[in-house]
């Protein structure tokens, strides 16, 4: 979601859920949420509000926020896209960086680079097939501090795989390039749906 004036883009819009309150991302709270990383190591946000809500936590939870959080623009050689290829910029300034020729089956989509260059990083050695099959949580966090140093802001991936209009949600590596704009108070229903109008903004940034 992009917010503009009337003849260009001034900066990106995304969503974060949390039961937690704070007033900037901490990445040494890194995977204290639901602990996964199947998308890569950053801080997880959304294009959409009620994705976020969402993922504000489990409906037991006694609070849910969503925090409006200012991203930078996305230009095609600064994020990885999960499904498409790396952009050529990108994989000139990691080679150049690394001293490595990049295979080329490593560049055929943002997923499998990433686990690629985690597993070099990390010394994991083997084919290429293995090398962009899996990654562990130690190749991940090795790839996601590399990327922000050749200017790799992000990584990014559909809400929803068979309907890309729907959305992106992204893993955000670089702590410096996004800030917390607004947090609002929401609640959810049984099925951990955004409640309409339930929300209210508890703080502004």
Known sequence: IFVTDSKKCIMAIAYHGSSALF???????LLEGDGKFKFGVGAY???RYTTAAHYSGATSSPDHYVYTVQIPDLTPDNHLRSLSPVHPDILRRVSERLGVDIPAEAATSGKFFRKWLGNLLSGNTGTVKKMTGSASLEAEKAASA???TVGVVLLAWPTAQTKPEAGDNYALMDYGAFRILQ???VLLDDKAKLIEGSQQTVAKY
């Open 45 to 47: 946000l959304t294009s």
């Open 23 to 29: 007033d900037r991302f901490d990445p040494s709270h």
């Open 183 to 185: 947090v609002d108070r």
């Open 146 to 148: 590399f990327l922000p």
